[in-house]
T-cell receptor, first 113, second 113 residues
Framework: GNSVTQMEGPVTLSEEAFLTINCTYTATGYPSLFWYVQYPGEGLQLLLKATKADDKGSNKGFEATYRKETTSFHLEKGSVQVSDSAVYFCALSDRVGSEKLVFGKGTKLTVNP | EAGVAQSPRYKIIEKRQSVAFWCNPISGHATLYWYQQILGQGPKLLIQFQNNGVVDDSQLPKDRFSAERLKGVDSTLKIQPAKLEDSAVYLC???????????FGSGTRLTVV
């Protein structure tokens, strides 16, 4: 079945460092890809998405490009802030019409001042 | 717009007891999802409703879990009897049918002792 594999955490960075969180997927067909963020004590929030190959999703300085050839959707940010500390989940939509989301295990990011 | 409301925020019960969670989706959102998020893992879909009909309940443990969405608005998820492995955060989400993505509630954290 469809699945998402995410870089294991936790990840600890200093403020203004470059961030990459790797995500690869296995899917039949052409899924949509998502990054969700979960701040402490809060629900999941959509960070960015891409619906077809070569699309780039971006939001709040974060970017990810849908790479069909490498089945990847890596999350990047050029300069992280303390407020970016959270758990990040990569996900794909399982079936057209259903919009069921399949999630990776999540990567905890801690940014130190 | 108001977000997805869930209650209670926290619940502690003993094994073999029953528990119920409530979700009020965003007004006008036809699709409602219940996800289970076990500590250290990504959320897993339990059940998906389209209005008041079930679209996908393939991963719902039907011997102990049940869910309903009367009148296509609010939804309740029930566990009876609870097991220790049911300890998790139960997330409710809703979406329009347009593929615009989900909005998640803050979740209910269940601890079974």
């Amino acid at each position: 079945g469809n699945s998402v594999t995410q870089m294991e955490g936790p990840v600890t960075l200093s403020e203004e460092a470059f961030l990459t969180i790797n995500c690869t997927y296995t899917a039949t067909g052409y899924p949509s890809l998502f990054w969700y963020v979960q701040y402490p004590g809060e629900g999941l929030q959509l960070l960015l998405k891409a619906t077809k190959a070569d699309d780039k999703g971006s939001n709040k300085g974060f970017e990810a490009t849908y790479r069909k050839e490498t089945t990847s959707f890596h999350l990047e940010k050029g300069s992280v802030q303390v407020s970016d500390s959270a758990v990040y989940f990569c996900a794909l939509s399982d079936r057209v019409g259903s919009e069921k989301l399949v999630f990776g295990k999540g990567t905890k990011l801690t940014v130190n001042p | 717009e108001a977000g997805v409301a869930q209650s209670p925020r926290y619940k502690i019960i003993e094994k073999r007891q029953s528990v119920a969670f409530w979700c009020n989706p965003i007004s006008g959102h036809a699709t409602l999802y219940w996800y289970q998020q076990i500590l250290g893992q990504g959320p897993k879909l339990l059940i998906q409703f389209q209005n008041n009909g079930v679209v996908d309940d393939s991963q719902l443990p039907k011997d102990r879990f049940s869910a309903e969405r009367l009148k296509g608005v609010d939804s309740t998820l029930k566990i009876q009897p609870a097991k220790l492995e049911d300890s998790a955060v139960y997330l409710c989400a809703s979406s329009l049918d347009s593929g615009a993505g989900y909005t998640f509630g803050s979740g209910t954290r269940l601890t079974v002792v």
